[in-house]
Every structure is written in C-alpha cells, then in structure tokens.
C-alpha cells in the first residue's frame, strides 16, 4: 500500500519560498507512476498545482507555472514542491498524491501552509 | 481554466439514491473521457471512488457509479448509507491545462 506524508513549515512570509516535500512508502519514486501536487485555499475547492512523471516529464498547472517547480529526490524517494514570491492567496492545505494516468488513489493527509507576516 | 460546477449540496434518505453532477466544457469534460471523482471525509486524505468516468476502483462498493453525458458528468450512489456521508469532488482531465476540480458537494444522510 502506497502512503504518502507532505511535510514543510507551516508558516511562510510574503514574497518568501514555500518548500514542501513529500514522503513516498509502499512504491519507489522511480515507479512507472505520476507524482502530483494539490492545495485547498480555506474555503475553497480544490486546485491543481503540477505533476511529475517518474521518467522526468513535468506538467504544471499554467496559472501557477511561473511560480512552481516540482522535483523528485530518488535517493530519499519523496518528492517536493516549491512556490516562489507566496501572497496570502497561496495560503492553503498543500497535499501530495500519486496514481496512474488522469487519476490518483493514493493521498497524502496534508500539512496547512500559511503566508503571513 | 474554471472550476467545474457542482451542487453545493444533496441529500437523501439510508437506501436512497442520489446524483451529483459535474458540469465542464468541451475543453475538459467534453473533450474527455478522463473524469475522477473523489470522496473526502474531513481531517483524512481523499479517496479514489470513480476512474475514467465510470471505471470503480477495487474496494470501492459497487453502489457508486458514474457516467457522462456531453460536458456533464455524474456519480450516482444507490442504497445511500451513513457512511457515504462526506464531501465529494469531480476531476477532469483538461489537456493543455492539466486538470480541473469541482467546487465540491456535501453529501448528508438524513
């Protein structure tokens, strides 16, 4: 069984770098599997960040692409996500999933990143 | 790329059905045959339900089902049990925009 844990500070100032990484068990990163990254402003629905595919192919959600850089650390096996220059509308609950082509059986729980000063 | 519409709501009876619709675009649900949708229970992580707009991954019971129809998907859930109470997102494959969410449907058991 896949499990996934996001983990990162929780707290992250304007115009800062907000880094997430998330911890893969069950599978090995280097899997014929899509890696992906999801948030949820307070409130809202839910938003697709970007994914990366195990032979290195990257696909970022356009209104984010300027911002975002999704990377994959096989010795560690996780993957991370990194949002430059944050504002308070990059506050939101950051999870990471993984699955097969267009679907994702597996989550991570979440982890809430706030940008505040 | 904008999110795709849901009931904010639906609610039924135990054993009861009920239907949440998930309208798009022909650039997203229209176009394609890769709709998700997800069952969430506040405080845990989201759970696969439905695949490639009717496929239902195993251990998933059979009393959920989807469909498509144009640019508005579905997911039914027949015999509602308490269980089946949570939120529920649909998910479109949207090519060059990656993918789209619903605004999600609250699913209460009465």
């Known amino acids: 069984q896949v499990q996934l844990q996001e983990s990162g500070p929780g707290l992250v100032k304007p115009s800062g770098t907000l880094t997430l990484t998330c911890a893969v068990s069950g599978d090995s990163i280097s899997s014929s599997n899509w890696w992906s990254w999801v948030r949820q402003p307070p409130g809202k629905g839910l938003e697709w960040i970007g994914e990366?595919?195990?032979?290195?192919?990257?696909n970022y959600n356009p209104s984010l692409k300027s911002r975002v850089t999704i990377s994959t650390d096989k010795s560690k096996n996780e993957f991370s996500l990194t949002v430059n220059s944050v504002t308070a509308a990059d506050t939101a609950v950051y999870r990471c999933?993984?699955?097969?082509?267009?679907?994702?059986?597996?989550w991570g729980q979440g982890t809430l990143v706030t940008v505040s000063s | 790329q904008s999110a795709l519409t849901q009931p904010r709501s639906v609610s039924g009876s135990p054993g009861q059905s009920v239907t949440i619709s998930c309208t798009g675009t022909s650039s997203d649900v229209g176009a394609y045959n890769y709709v998700s949708w997800y069952q969430h229970h506040p405080g845990k992580a989201p759970k696969l339900m439905i695949y490639d707009v009717s496929q239902r991954p195993s251990g998933v019971p059979d009393r959920f089902s989807g469909s498509k129809s144009g640019d508005t998907a579905s997911l039914t859930i027949s015999g509602l049990q308490v269980e089946d109470e949570a939120d529920y997102y649909c998910c479109s494959y949207a090519g060059m925009y990656g993918y789209v969410f619903g605004s999600e449907t609250r699913v209460t058991v009465l």
């Open positions: 999933a993984s699955g097969d082509f267009y679907q994702w059986p597996y």
């Open positions: 990366i595919y195990y032979r290195g192919l990257i």
